[in-house]
Structure formats: structure tokens, C-alpha cells
Nanobody, 126 residues
Framework: VQLQAFGGGLVQAGGSLRLSCTAS????????MGWFRQAPGKEREFVGA????????VYTDSVKGRFTISRDNAKNTVYLQMDSLKSEDTAVYSC????????????????????WGQGTLVTVSS
């Protein structure tokens, strides 16, 4: 199983980026997908997650209204659209797959995810 995230880069505060994460080696539509991030010197943080079908999403409070997760099961890809970026969004963003039905409570728990991508760096300059 491989998850590959890409799309990170340097962006000014207030700008936008779209991250993508492509999966291989698994039946993508059977997995809920999550995005996590880790800023320098900080613990890994839940960003958001999406259900298997894409019909349900959950986000951490700090990104609600600014970030949107979507998925295309035909392309085995999950997306993280990030708008109105702030300097505090600077982090390495990773995608993860969990073979589980969607649940707002458990979606935030990183240790429940089965597979992880390598991460892509997002740097927001102020």
C-alpha cells in the first residue's frame, strides 16, 4: 500500500493551495481518509477526514470554513483545498487511510489509521 501526498509549497498568507493524496495497493473506496499535519516542534494534529463515499466530513476547529476535503474514488485520490491560509498553517501535511466506517470521534485519532503517506510541506509566509 502506498499513499503519496503532493501539492505543498510556499504561499503567502491569505492564499490558497490544494493538496492531493493518491493511494495505490488498496481498495480506496473502502477507506475513510484523513489529513494530519505536524508543525516544527509540535505534535501531530488532526486536520480533517472524509468518509468512504465522500458524503461526510469533519474538521478541526482551526480550519473550519477555510479547508475542504473531497475525494474522487475513481482516481483513488483525496484532496485538501486550503484557502485563507495563515502562518500557523505552516506544517508538513500527511494523508492517512483507515479501514473503518465514518465516525466523528474516532476520525481524529491518528493511531487508528492503517496507512500513512510521506507528507508534503506547506509554508505560509506572513
Amino acid at each position: 500500500v502506498q499513499l503519496q501526498a503532493f501539492g505543498g509549497g510556499l504561499v503567502q498568507a491569505g492564499g490558497s493551495l490544494r493538496l492531493s493524496c493518491t493511494a495505490s495497493g488498496l481498495t480506496f473506496s473502502n477507506y475513510r481518509m484523513g489529513w494530519f499535519r505536524q508543525a516544527p516542534g509540535k505534535e501531530r494534529e488532526f486536520v480533517g477526514a472524509i468518509s468512504r463515499s465522500g458524503g461526510r466530513t469533519v474538521y478541526t476547529d482551526s480550519v473550519k470554513g477555510r479547508f475542504t476535503i473531497s475525494r474522487d474514488n475513481a482516481k483513488n485520490t483525496v484532496y485538501l483545498q486550503m484557502d485563507s491560509l495563515k502562518s500557523e498553517d505552516t506544517a508538513v501535511y500527511s494523508c492517512a487511510a483507515d479501514w473503518a466506517s465514518f465516525d466523528n470521534t474516532t476520525a481524529v485519532v491518528a493511531t487508528l489509521y492503517d496507512y500513512w503517506g510521506q507528507g508534503t510541506l506547506v509554508t505560509v509566509s506572513s
